[in-house]
């Protein structure tokens, strides 16, 4: 059974930083793309970040570029999500998610493909980052 778990989520002042985690069961996370994305109280979901497993191409939102940055582990099954020079803006429920489709999307391909939702396959069940102005 595939599964996905967020952890790293809290409170943290403007301008600080987090460091999210998603850690796979079930399957290699290195053979897939793992997204992330958020959403925030009365907004619908966006996509932050993504990385490709087959390449390691990563994708960003405009509005987390330079700030953010995503990465992975294949020994410990965990895909990260580095947030620094946080914003309030940034407050949301940050959810990773797994897709097939995307990890044999070509390299040119335009990045807002990377966050198409349908095209991802599994979903964890969130972590909640607040950043205090």
């Known amino acids: 059974q595939v599964q996905l778990v967020e952890s790293g989520g809290g409170l943290v002042q403007a301008g600080g930083s987090l460091n999210l985690s998603c850690t796979g069961s079930?399957?290699?996370?290195?053979?897939?793309?793992i997204a992330w994305f958020r959403q925030a109280p009365g907004k619908e979901r966006e996509g932050v970040s993504c990385?490709?497993?087959?390449?390691?191409?990563?994708y960003y939102a405009d509005s987390v570029k330079g700030r953010f940055t995503t990465s992975r582990s294949n020994a410990e099954k965990t895909v990260y999500l580095q947030m620094n020079n946080l914003k309030p803006d940034d407050t949301a429920v940050y959810y990773c998610a797994l897709s097939v489709a995307v990890a044999a999307m070509p390299r040119t391909g335009p990045a807002t493909n990377a966050f198409i939702e349908p095209l991802y396959d599994y979903w964890g069940q969130g972590t909640q980052v607040t950043v205090s102005s």
């Open positions: 990385i490709k497993g087959s390449d390691g191409t990563t």
């Open positions: 079930g399957l290699a996370l290195v053979n897939y793309a």
